[in-house]
């Protein structure tokens, strides 16, 4: 029973591999097809990836069961999830098809792509290193999570493949823009914020949203996310405290 209980939140990060795959698949499958909803199907499978990615470690420190091979299990995911699987569906939904007739914005939408994979590995990687020695209340950079649910959202409110340049240029500026916040210095508050009265209303605004908007709910929630973060992060470097800025921890 003890060591069925520690395969339990492995357990849990396969699944949430086997959601990634499955993206990875429908992507493929539908490069050459465009249906729309199935890129929409491979976008929320990113969710549940996300979702199942946040399970496992819950139930392993519910569980007590938290260990260095689940660590380095769920970081292998976490590259193949929000960093491969992201960047291959962006580059079948918006270059694939569109890189028929300009095979120039094909190859340069497959490099942007590949620079949001690279980012969010490194990403990773600076966060292994760095646990321990960072306030656990921000992360560094944009969550490669974050980043892939960004990217998804896209794709949750628009399923219909671009059509114009423009199109595939604004998509490859998307792609290089998340990759930067990923790899950048800017704080990002996390789950570990203390709660106060307000984060009950925030709630219930979000979720009367997402009846009125729908699936545009999505891409709004990400502009206000990304935008919030880069204004606190303004207002931190002109001297405000009205929250509390991240402690610097001595190396």
Not at 39 to 53: E, W
């Amino acid at each position: 029973m003890a060591r069925a209980k520690y395969a339990l939140p492995s357990s849990v990060t396969l699944l949430s591999i086997a959601c990634g795959f499955g993206s990875i698949v429908i992507s493929v499958d539908n490069a050459a097809i465009g249906d729309p909803q199935a890129y929409r199907m491979a976008a929320i499978l990113l969710v549940l990836a996300g979702i199942f990615d946040a399970l496992d470690g819950f139930i392993a420190r519910a569980t007590n069961t938290t260990s260095e091979f689940g660590m380095q299990l769920d970081s292998i995911a976490d590259v193949m999830n929000f960093g491969c699987a992201p960047g291959l569906l962006m580059y079948s939904y918006g270059f694939a098809q569109l890189g028929q007739s300009h095979p120039t914005l094909l190859r340069a939408g497959g490099l942007a792509c590949f620079v949001f994979v690279a980012c969010g590995a490194l990403r990773l990687a600076r966060f292994n290193v760095n646990v321990g020695r960072t306030d656990p209340r921000y992360f560094v950079g944009m969550p490669i999570t974050a980043g892939a649910a960004c990217i998804a959202s896209v794709v949750v409110a628009w399923p219909d493949p671009l059509v114009n340049q423009l199109q595939g240029y604004l998509l490859m500026a998307l792609m290089v823009a998340v990759g930067a916040l990923m790899v950048s210095t800017l704080r990002f508050p996390s789950s570990k914020q203390p709660k106060n009265k307000y984060v009950f209303f925030a709630i219930i605004i979000n979720l009367g949203l997402l009846v009125w908007l729908q699936t545009k709910y999505f891409g709004l929630f990400f502009v206000f996310y990304v935008s919030a973060t880069l204004l606190l992060n303004i207002a931190w470097r002109q001297g405000w405290r009205g929250i509390a800025p991240p402690e610097v921890y001595d190396e």
